[in-house]
């Protein structure tokens, strides 16, 4: 699922939303516990996060004091944890509804912005970095959490007006990309909320603390309840850890799961079959054309953001020509006793892939607002079985986990689109009438030994970097070379 999207495909009912909310989390804590952390899981569960403001309303607890304590898991894990205090040992007892709550940002660096609900970047990275905010409302009482943060390389106990709290600094790598390496917990115990502040590298330390100092919560009245903030309730949050291992996505699926796999100029429907209420059940998608390259003249880079075109043009030679990409063989940490190690590097040619896709609408009424995505999946196949491609065979004894890529050819969603619309002027088509059909050009960069491996991923909700059952069924397009 993706932010653009959330309103059109976001499940309405409580049960679904649960099953979402454990997807998520499952995805986050097996990314932490594998030490594969990215952005796009931060940016995943942000959105579940918030969109659970939807689940029924909590209950509050008698005032009981309390505070917030770190302890050491292994060498490179903290769990935090609120308890009560020493000289309180009453037991916490239901009085009310836990109330809405509004929040109050007082301060932001020079050049930072609201960029969406609880989330703020710089006008220089949009959507980037800078920091994102979430909340627990907590429904089984404040001493009732407990959040383990692994691949952590500082913690600091802090105080944040009046409130106890803790201040990390985790692992981030050897990239220089914006990620978000620093994390800051806040206990509101006199109102039973638990903030959870993501900051990204691109945010000083004094900064973000600053941020997180200005913050205030105040109980929302009846008028101000459509600004309250989204939290998750605690207990949701919960069980869904607990349904983690039924919910996770798959790492290796039968040959016969891909059946509605698609060739180029193969037409075929944006959703499943059985998706009924959605805005794209008319519209068709048709790979017409995939052009491989040693240059990136295909490209318009006046479409492109300058972040984008900064990166992809140190991605070739002075005669515009594709230099070689950098392979990081790396072999995981659990983020606990383990982080973390690059066992391996070398140097690989790299290609231009270059996509064209239609849009067809089928109906007999305008689409406004289409949104449309692309994500360049690796799929490898041995003995009936596919399996997402991570430089190495079924089966493998090698002494890393992963080949992770570096420089442009690292991105698996699309970096580049030439169509644009939306209110944000992004991957929107803006108009598409009865009949009408737009034609948008993708591009990514890839190695080429990776060429033989390519699948196109053009599913709107499903999983960008796992096989799916909902990108299953709609059907990856096979681009392989």
């Excluded at 909340?135 to 106990?157: I, P, R, W």
């Excluded at 806040?186 to 638990?194: I, P």
């Excluded at 069924?473 to 096979?478: I, K, L, R, T």
């Amino acid at each position: 699922m993706r932010l653009e999207d959330l309103k059109q495909d976001f499940p309405q009912m409580p049960e679904e939303l649960r099953t979402m909310i454990g997807r998520e989390v499952q995805k986050q804590i097996k990314a932490g516990a594998t030490g594969k952390s990215k952005n796009r899981r931060l940016r995943k569960t942000l959105i579940v996060v918030f969109a659970a403001a939807m689940l029924f309303g909590t209950t509050v607890f008698a005032a009981i004091a309390h505070r917030m304590r770190n302890e050491p898991v292994g060498a490179y894990a903290v769990k935090t944890k609120i308890e009560q205090t020493e000289n309180n040992s009453s037991k916490e007892v239901q009085t009310q509804e836990i109330p809405d709550v509004t929040m109050e940002v007082s301060y932001l660096p020079d050049g930072m912005v609201k960029t969406e609900e609880g989330k703020y970047s710089y006008t220089n990275a949009m959507y980037k970095g800078g920091v994102s905010i979430v909340f627990y409302k907590m429904d089984t009482g404040d001493a009732q959490f407990e959040m383990l943060t692994t691949n952590v390389k500082e913690s600091e106990n802090i105080d944040i007006g009046g409130y106890a709290g803790v201040y990390f600094v985790l692992q981030s790598g050897e990239s220089d990309d914006i990620c978000f390496n620093q994390r800051i917990y806040v206990a509101y115990t006199d109102l039973h909320y638990v903030m959870e502040l993501y900051a990204a590298s691109d945010v000083s330390k004094e900064d973000a603390l600053k941020i997180a100092e200005g913050i205030r919560l105040q109980p929302a009245s009846d008028s101000e309840t459509p600004h309250a903030i989204a939290a998750c309730n605690w207990s949701d949050y919960v069980a869904a850890k607990e349904e983690e291992t039924v919910l996770d996505a798959a790492a290796c699926v039968p040959k016969s799961a891909m059946v509605n796999t698609h060739a180029v100029g193969e037409a075929f429907a944006a959703v499943p079959a059985n998706e009924e209420l959605s805005d794209k059940k008319n519209v068709e998608i048709k790979v017409t054309d995939v052009q491989v390259c040693d240059t990136i003249s295909p490209l318009d880079l006046s479409v492109m953001d300058n972040d984008f075109k900064e990166e992809v043009q140190k991605e070739i030679s002075q005669s515009g020509q594709l230099l070689p990409t950098k392979i990081n063989y790396t072999k995981y940490g659990d983020g606990i006793n383990t982080i973390d190690t690059v066992v391996e590097s070398r140097e690989v040619p790299q290609k231009l892939v270059y996509i064209t896709v239609e849009y067809t609408n089928n109906g007999t009424e305008e689409l406004e607002e289409l949104l449309f995505f692309g994500s360049l999946m690796k799929f490898s196949e041995e003995n009936g079985q596919v399996k997402c491609y991570d430089g190495k065979p079924f089966g493998s004894n090698a002494e890393w986990d992963d080949a992770v890529l570096t420089g442009a050819a690292r991105h698996v969603e699309m970096w580049y689109y030439d169509v644009h619309g939306g209110e944000r002027r992004n991957n929107y088509i803006t108009h598409l009438k009865a009949g009408e059909t737009a034609t948008v050009h993708m591009a990514w960069l890839v190695p080429e030994e990776e060429l033989a491996y390519l699948y196109l991923n053009l599913d709107t909700y499903g999983d960008s970097y796992e096989l799916c059952d909902h990108s299953l069924a709609v059907g990856y397009v096979d681009i392989r070379q």
